[in-house]
């Protein structure tokens, strides 16, 4: 080896050992300073994070001013994944960003694009300078959602006011992203067309003679300082924003995709301008230049981005969409008068006016009139839902026959459509964990890529065949511009913007990226009963008269004998009547006996309604009843028997209804593999009933709501993957339990609070959508993925050389730069495919197979013929032992529960309770 060839391959390996320590070598971190217990830095966004290591302290709100200097898309938005925070950063611009930081440790922060990074360092208070002992943080949030934004154009960093009261959340910053999006694309198209105007003239004469060997070419074209002359506006000009941009990146000590085209053109140009300017220093056989090359690779990859820019303008359609849905005036009662004002001066308890065919300008409750109203944007439910005094109403929904006036109860940032729009954008900030191996890549993929320019240029300048030289730096050339991490760093985001935004867009809330991808590996899904199979109240569902009465004429007279209970049963037999539109007249005389039912006098006739007891004890037979009465029983319902004038009349039905759609629900899910369970805390006989209705397999009966979570653990022990969905506040634990939790939308704020997934609507088919979309989803993922591996994979070693030694294949710095512009743009147009994805249709009704359930007895309840003392207890009548689940009757006494082995001994308790001893039997 001749002493300039140790001498090219010494400096390799010094440059290589430079680069390391430059991009990975310990990096100075800022602490954030003190004041009036608010620990504030100012980060400059400008190519990359300025600073890009924050230190703040554990427990005191944090204030990030984003000083963004620039314009473009890739930094137009930052994202705080641990802290729930997606950001806008208007162009030219400080934005402050407020959180709590509540647990140590380092927390990452990057772009939209995920391509600039920067580091928070949660340190204890010891870590901050001056002390920084935790103080309160009354303007936070404790869930570290970004509470205040404030934009000042001027670059100064002055507070001005929040979002007004009245102000849907976001709609701001949406629009100027849109705007600044649209500058973008204005100015990178002028410069794609300057580019490629100066450039055609160039690659025309290059390929005709080269390729061609085309000899008449003029010499004014194949002239070295006329093509100096034509490409060199291109290369300052428009490639502006990749230099910009990839000197940034550099100078931050981190590096990206216009990085790599800046040192590769770079390369290109400056030994092309030497070979014009200085062509004697140079051996004859290497005097070429590659102004082309530089002129095509510049245009093609500014293209690219033009055409990614559009691409990627449909992934955050949904939260444009959601932003439009709100009208921007609404008509309200004022001093008597009707008025039509702006949406952001609405005020709660304004009376709002609502006409045929109008939005709904802000969420509240119907004072008045009656009207069918299409909720279909925000629950994603095609059927309207009629609404009438006392009813809630939702924001932006459409009102479709009738006129009704509401109260308004919420407005601005606090109705359901802002916050579906603020759960969104949190989704849409968070990292799935399929993203991290991406992350790791990526940030090692430009100084690897560097490093292998490097190296590949020493190997051929070696070994290369002549000139050696030229070979070698072509080859180098093409691997700094073909390597493409954009392809990694949106493979990821692009995918969880638009599926997230589906699932809003089809009433399905998703609380993060993890939920997102957690939920295609579900095999198990837990459903309470009570409110999420079935309505959650009871219905009147079967009148089943006997000797001689109709229908009608018993239930009108129930009817008027239970408007006088406050029992639900009673409500729910009311509302019945009412519904059939029958005449419901007084009854007096009214008399409750407890334990056994209600009698009154109707028009003159005794009516009774109550169990076998009440009827036993007024002396009439039940045998023409006991048969519909057993049979509504096995079907989980709640049988009641009626009697008018000293004869039998009939059965009465009443049971929590099935939602329409349960039972098509379940099907899809076990279509899809997943075994659904239901768990309930009602004995196994009703539970049975229910999970026949619905064609569930399993069930988990009389669970005591403090132990649901247990259930759910005892199920994730089995090694399956659980999903829960719940409606109550004894569900929440079940929910922040299970590997994904869903709440229905009409619940609890509690369930919904410790859920991942909010199923707006409240049917169980947003459940069978949100799986379809997660699997949906990570596919789309994974496809992403594939593509940029593949497409680095292959292409870096081809465009390093490595077919030429048994193909002699290479690759044009030209080719390179076409290849490069088209892997990011496969990603991104693959992820907008996600944007086709429609929701399966799930039937009101299905087919459901007549099988018995698998019924399990909770493990905090005493088991079938368990017959320990411990879980035993005693008939305070006859003084037998008997389990609970067994028990022929109890009943409630003094504020303990007594169990009886047989009616006789219940009605001898009942007739003289205070004759027989209850501490033996209480439970």
Known sequence: MSGSEVLVVVGAVVLTGLLGWYFFGPKKSRHAELGDGVQSITVTVKGGYSPDVIQVALGVPVRLLFDRQESGDCSSRVVLPDFRINQALPAFATTAVEFLPEHAGSHEFACGMNMIRGRLEVVQGDGQPGGGAAVAAPASRADGAAESVRTVSDGSTSEVAADPPGALAGADTSEEEERERKAEISDLTRRVVFGAVLTAPVLFAVMLVEIFGVTWMPGLLMNRWFQLVLITPVMFYTGWPIHRTGWLALSHRTADMNSLITLGTIAAYGYSAVVTFFPGVLPTSVREVYYEAVGVIITLILLGRLFETKAKAGTGEAIRTLIGLQPRTARVIRDGQEVEVSIDDVVVADVVVVRPGEKLPVDGQVVEGRSAVDESMVTGEPIPVVKSPGDTVIGATINQTGSFRYEATKIGADTMLAQII??????????????????????????????????????????????????????????????????????????????????????????????????????????????????????????????????????????????????????????????????????????????????????????????????????????????????????????????????????????????????????????????????????????????????????????????????????????????????????????????????????????????????????????????????????NIRQNLVFAFLYNGVGIPIAAG??????????????????????????????????????????????????????????????????????????????????????????????????????????????????????????
């Open 422 to 779: 603020k759960l969104v954008r949190q989704a849409q900030g968070s990292k799935a964990p399929i993203q991290r191996l991406a992350d790791q890549v990526s940030s090692f993929f430009v100084p690897v890529v560097i490093g292998l320019a490097i190296w590949t240029f020493v190997v051929w300048a070696l070994l290369g065949p002549p000139p050696a030289f030229i070979f070698a730096l072509v080859a180098a050339v093409s691997v700094l511009v073909i390597a493409c991490p954009c392809a990694l760093g949106l493979a990821t985001p692009l995918s969880i913007t638009v599926g997230t935004g589906k699932g809003a867009a089809a009433g399905i809330l998703i609380r993060s990226a993890e939920a997102l991808e957690t939920a295609h590996k579900l095999d198990t899904i837990v459903l309470d009963k009570t409110g999420t199979i079935t309505e959650g109240t009871p219905a009147l569902t079967d009148v089943l008269p006997v000797n001689g009465f109709t229908a009608d004429e018993v239930l009108a007279l129930v009817a008027s004998v239970e408007a006088s209970s406050e029992h639900p049963l009673a409500t729910a037999i009311v509302a019945g009547a009412v519904q059939r539109e029958l005449t419901v007249p007084p009854a007096t005389a009214f008399d409750s006996i407890t334990g056994q039912g209600v009698r009154a006098l109707v028009g003159g006739r005794e009516v009774l309604v109550g169990n076998r007891r009440l009827l036993a004890a007024a002396g009439i037979e039940d045998d023409p009843l006991r048969a519909d009465s057993e049979r509504l029983a096995s079907d989980g319902k709640s049988p009641m028997l009626v009697a008018v004038d000293g004869r039998a009349a009939a059965v009465i039905g009443v049971a929590d209804t099935v939602k329409a759609g349960s039972a098509g629900a379940v099907a899809a899910l076990h279509d899809r593999g997943i075994e659904v369970v239901m768990m309930t805390g009602d004995n196994r006989m009703t539970a049975a009933a229910i999970a026949r209705q619905v064609g569930i397999r399993r069930v988990l009966a009389e669970v005591m709501p403090e132990h649901k979570a247990a259930e759910v653990r005892r199920l994730q022990a089995e090694g399956r993957v659980v999903g829960m969905v719940g409606d109550g506040i004894n569900d929440a634990p079940a929910l922040a339990q299970a590997d994904v939790g869903s709440a229905i939308g009409t619940g609890t704020d509690v369930a919904i609070e410790s859920s991942d997934l909010t199923l707006i609507s409240g049917a169980l088919s947003g459940l069978v959508t949100a799986i379809d979309l997660s699997r949906a989803t990570m596919r």
């Open 802 to 923: 490595a077919l030429y030694p048994a193909f002699g294949v290479t690759l044009s710095p030209v080719i390179a730069a076409g290849a490069m512009a088209l892997s990011s743009l496969s990603v991104v147009a693959n992820a907008n495919r996600l944007r086709g994805f429609t929701p399966t249709v799930i039937p009101d009704h299905a087919q459901v197979e007549a099988t018995d359930p698998v019924v399990e007895i909770g493990r905090d309840q005493p088991k079938e013929n368990d017959m320990s003392d411990a879980k035993m207890v005693t008939d305070p009548v006859c003084g037998m032992k008997i389990n609970p689940a067994d028990a022929a009757s109890s009943t409630e006494h003094a504020g303990h529960t007594y169990y009886f082995c047989s009616e006789g001994c219940a009605q001898a308790y009942a007739a003289n309770p205070g004759a027989h001893t209850p501490a033996t039997s209480t439970t």
